[in-house]
């Protein structure tokens, strides 16, 4: 099993979905025949509020939403869902009166929005792109989080080895900095390459910085 493997299996990350919500049902019906005949598995909900009903952190895809609804309309759900900390891309699904309106959102952190009437292959094409995007960076949270609690496992003296490790220092010169021995430092640093899951120091600094938990120097 990879390191990927292993970080996808703690995280537990859900599969991915299209969640659509449209109030409008002959909409809501295309949009799952077209994504669902191309793959995807795809959950529809009439309104805002049923989507909610059903919301965690824990959802994995992207949203797919109808500007205008009645009652909370699909810009106040993103709100709402900005607020909760949803890691969900969110398309907006739009009218030719509301693209000065759905640019205000993407500066707000929408990922995309498609106008109608928009063609299948326009509505895949920004599907497809904001699975990869979801998939991506919810690959990167795992990552960190996985570093972080590997690194929070590590003793002080094993801390400084590898701020040391990752400053560009060798043995010898991490030896001088924190007055041991040479073997010492080795033994460090055998002990903290373990507990963070690597073999190679090449590995180590590339986790540890990918993660963004510490930056390379040079």
Known sequence: MNETTMMREAGKPSKQQIFVVDDDDAQR?????????????????????????VWN????????????????????????????????PVILITGHGDVAMAVTALKKGVADFIEKPF???????????????????????LAQTDTAQRL????????????LIIAGKLNKQIADVLDISIKTVEVHRARLMGKMGVTTLASLIRRVVSAGLREAQG
């Open 57 to 88: 952190e824990n959802l994995a895809g992207c949203l797919l939403l109808d500007v205008r609804m009645p009652g909370m309309s699909g810009l106040e759900l993103f709100e709402e869902l900005s607020r909760r900390h949803s890691a969900l």
């Open 152 to 163: 929070a496992k590590l003793t002080r003296r094993e801390q400084e080895v590898l701020d």
């Open 29 to 53: 019906d295309s949009l799952v025949w077209l994504l669902e005949s191309h793959g995807h598995a795809v959950r529809a909900f009439s309104g805002a509020g049923d989507f909610l009903a």
């Open 119 to 141: 063609s299948p292959e326009e509505m895949l094409k920004v599907v497809d792109h904001c699975l990869t995007r979801e998939s991506e960076e919810r690959e990167h949270r």
